[in-house]
């Protein structure tokens, strides 16, 4: 059996030992060795950031975007355009979530992970029988949950799922973890609802070849003028 076919089995056997739920979350991560915690909470006094990144981000972002109508989206925009965020990213596609893998190391140069999550079994964990919908929910507020921790502080990490906003979430069917404390991550029974697959050196050719079959390139994740010179300067330099 290859590499890739053994990773494979190994994709299907994390979902099997988490039940085979119906709704399954992918993340993938060029690095094998890299945690999953969100970029913002890796800053020293990354609360006091957070805010002075969400505003600075609102004001000057307001030119370029369409209108947002929620905090929830302009904390989209941010994830996707690389600002520093409490979220993490998920995509609900297996070949989305290697892509990413891929297109993070471009020289295949070591192993990488794919991390298997069951979103609802995590909400479950925080008394939450199901995936919470931003904005529509409106009684899941990003400033009054994560700033004020009114009612409570949440700590344990939740999976939210995005309005349709941009064509980024929609081409990566792209959905997100929303982080409480650094402390309190995907460790003790959190661990429960997740598994990691190590994707290894010797897959990744047979990844690629996956990935092209699927037409799952830069430019196809990436809908915009980013997406485009990065699949533009792979095709012809490399």
Excluded at 225 to 236: A, E, N
Aim: with cysteine; aromatic share 12%; glycine share 4%.
């Amino acid at each position: 059996m290859s590499d890739w076919n053994e990773f494979l089995t190994s994709v299907k056997q994390a979902e099997a030992e988490l039940r085979n739920p119906k709704e399954i979350w992918y993340r993938g991560h060029s690095n094998k060795d890299w945690t999953l915690i969100p970029s913002l909470m890796r800053e020293t006094d990354w609360e006091k950031k957070e805010k002075e990144l969400f505003f600075e981000f609102k004001m000057r972002a307001s030119r370029l975007f369409e209108r947002r109508t929620s905090d929830w989206e302009i904390l989209f925009d941010m994830q996707h355009y690389w600002v520093p965020t409490r979220l993490l990213d998920w995509s609900s596609v297996l070949g989305v979530a290697i892509a990413f893998i891929l297109n993070d190391d471009p020289d295949s140069s070591a192993d990488s992970a794919l991390f298997v999550l069951d979103p609802k079994r995590l909400n479950l964990l925080s008394g939450r029988d199901e995936i919470i919908n931003v904005p529509e929910d409106k009684g899941y507020e990003y400033q009054t949950i994560y700033w004020d921790h009114r009612p409570i502080r949440i700590e344990k990490p939740l999976a939210i799922r995005p309005g349709d906003i941009s064509d980024r979430i929609r081409a990566q069917k792209g959905v997100f973890t929303v982080h409480g404390t650094p402390e309190i991550g995907f460790t003790g029974d959190v661990e429960a609802c997740i598994r990691k697959v190590i994707l290894p050196t010797g897959a990744k050719e047979e990844a690629k070849d996956f990935l092209k079959w699927a037409n799952l390139d830069e430019y196809t994740i990436y809908p915009d003028i980013v997406g485009m010179v990065r699949h533009i300067k792979r095709k012809i330099l490399t």
